[in-house]
């Protein structure tokens, strides 16, 4: 009995676990199945794996050919198993060596002519991989600059089929096709237009205050709204929040880097401290924000936003169905997505910046006498920003328009890193006093340690504001948060007075 036998690895969402593939070569007449729970892609490999196979001088067995995944209850997608496959069947075929790739991790996309073509996902594999304790692995020699971001495994890139049984110690003849340049190939990139370049905070003209929200949400892990008119510098003071937040630490590197690399976007980025920035167009659909797709659902904005900012611009713009969904993700720090074949978690543990105009036509501010717009229109204008989702924004405040621009000669402002640095002292010194509860920021704070924790006269304010209906519990809550993180900015040991109060504007200027 001829049975060839690899290793491959799976994902469902991030998590990963091994494949064993093996392959049975039996009397009958000819037919190539694949068992162990394929999706229709996994099932289209047949005719990919015969085709590249034979590309390498290898006669197919005219008999039955049989590959089974296991384990068989779990899920198997997508194209980066096509080469384990084919080298189980030319391993039971006796192309190579038996025992050979007993102990490897073998991952490719195969094309018809042979050639390796790179995969998604291989940086959580290979996490996957360390963790389990196998240590070989053969990957596309295109992901071999995102292989390289794990240290301790032997990893071999291969262009070809034919590369692969000349590596086990087998005969192949083939050519290698000329490989076109992609965007997923190209790493020649300005400076100016490198993703993580997101600019510096002394280029926006004016905006003190706006500046200091941000700060205080960068300190604290706090969600912001602004609004005000076109062209007041919202959109230009969300794009560089990220250069003013805490680097990410290694581990959380690794985690933003394993969402990037399963969306197929990890060469722009590469491995970076930077926290990540999404600002999906306003016609996006539920999907496109928390993931979706048949079979195994994909990660959408809200994950690919993990541990970094997602900004919606124009957000009342954006269907009401649509903002609803990031309710649960706010509170949760993560996103649960159920379809056919299984449910799939995907990490959203991010901070929401949201920008919207006072009006449709924007000029609602001040006296209004610009201001086109009908009252029903306004009205109905921000009603998508329902009760519920507004709740749940810590910092709401009005950004107007610069009415001067400073000369030259005049200061610029604050740059993003003298700024950063006051975030990263205000952070680590909430991160000691919640060492043992195991948060990282001010947002994270549970309300009871709030209540326990702040001063009855600073807890008095907060009774007043919701006895007036100027809060609710929930946004009482997010107020005292608010103040503990205005007391780490100043250096204070406990909020005071005058920091609940500010926290309690904070949540509440819109106008």
Request: hydrophobic share 40%; proline share 6%; net charge neutral.
């Amino acid at each position: 009995m001829a049975i060839g036998s690899t290793l491959s690895v799976g994902l469902i969402g991030l998590k990963a676990f091994i494949v064993q593939v093996q392959a049975f070569i039996s009397p009958g007449l000819p037919y190539f199945s694949i068992i162990g729970l394929p999706d229709a892609s996994l099932s289209e490999a047949r005719e990919r794996v015969k085709s590249a196979c034979q590309a390498t001088g290898f006669g197919w067995p005219q008999t039955r050919v049989t590959v089974n995944m296991s384990p068989a209850a779990m899920p198997k997608r997508g194209s980066s198993h096509d080469l384990a496959i084919a080298a189980s069947v030319l391993c039971a075929a006796g192309a190579i060596g038996h025992d050979c790739l007993e102990d490897t991790i073998v991952l490719g996309e195969v094309n018809l002519d042979g050639s390796v073509l790179p995969i998604h996902g291989l940086l959580p594999i290979m996490l996957h991989a360390e963790e389990r304790g196998v240590r070989k692995m053969i990957v596309p020699h295109r992901n071999l600059d995102e292989a390289s971001m794990v240290d301790g495994l032997d990893v071999v890139g291969v262009r070809h089929v034919g590369e692969l049984i000349e590596l086990m110690g087998g005969d192949a003849t083939y050519t290698i096709p000329d490989t076109p340049v992609t965007d997923e190939t190209t790493t020649d990139q300005s400076p100016t237009s490198h993703p993580n370049d997101c600019g510096d905070m002394n280029e926006v003209l004016g905006q003190e205050h706006a500046k200091w929200a941000l700060q205080v949400a960068a300190a604290g892990g706090h969600n912001l709204i602004m609004t005000g008119p076109p062209g007041s510098g919202k959109t230009m003071l969300a794009s560089r929040m990220p250069g003013i937040m805490c680097p990410l630490n290694e581990a959380e590197q690794l985690e933003v880097a394993s969402i990037r690399s399963l969306c197929g976007i990890l060469p722009q980025y590469g491995i970076t401290d930077m926290p990540p920035f999404e600002a999906p167009h306003h016609t996006a659909s539920t999907a496109a924000l928390v993931g979706g797709g048949s079979g195994i659902a994909v990660p959408g904005a809200i994950t690919r936003a993990h541990r970094g900012i997602l900004f919606l611009d124009e957000a009342p713009e954006f269907s009401a169905r649509a903002l609803q969904t990031l309710r649960e993700p706010l509170e949760s720090g993560y996103v649960a997505l159920s379809r056919s074949k299984g449910s799939t978690y995907y990490p959203a543990s991010f901070q929401l910046i949201m920008a919207a105009n006072p009006c449709p036509c924007g000029y609602y501010y001040g006296t209004g006498e610009r201001c086109a717009c009908r009252e029903k229109d306004r009205i109905r204008y921000f009603s998508r920003l329902s009760g519920p989702i507004l709740d749940r924004v810590d910092i709401q405040m009005a950004v107007p328009p610069v009415s001067r621009i400073a000369a030259q000669s005049e200061p610029i402002g604050e740059s993003s890193a003298g700024i950063q640095a006051r975030v990263i002292r205000a952070r680590q010194v909430a991160k000691d006093r919640f060492r043992q509860y195991g948060w990282v920021c001010n947002a994270q704070a549970s309300g009871k340690w709030l209540h326990a924790n702040t001063s009855l006269k600073a807890m008095e304010l907060v009774n007043r504001a919701l006895s007036n209906h100027q809060l609710t519990l929930r946004g009482a809550d997010r107020a005292m948060r608010l103040s503990w993180t205005l007391a780490d900015l100043a250096g204070r040991v406990s909020p005071t007075e005058q920091d609940v109060h500010q926290g309690i504007e904070m949540r509440t200027r819109m106008t």
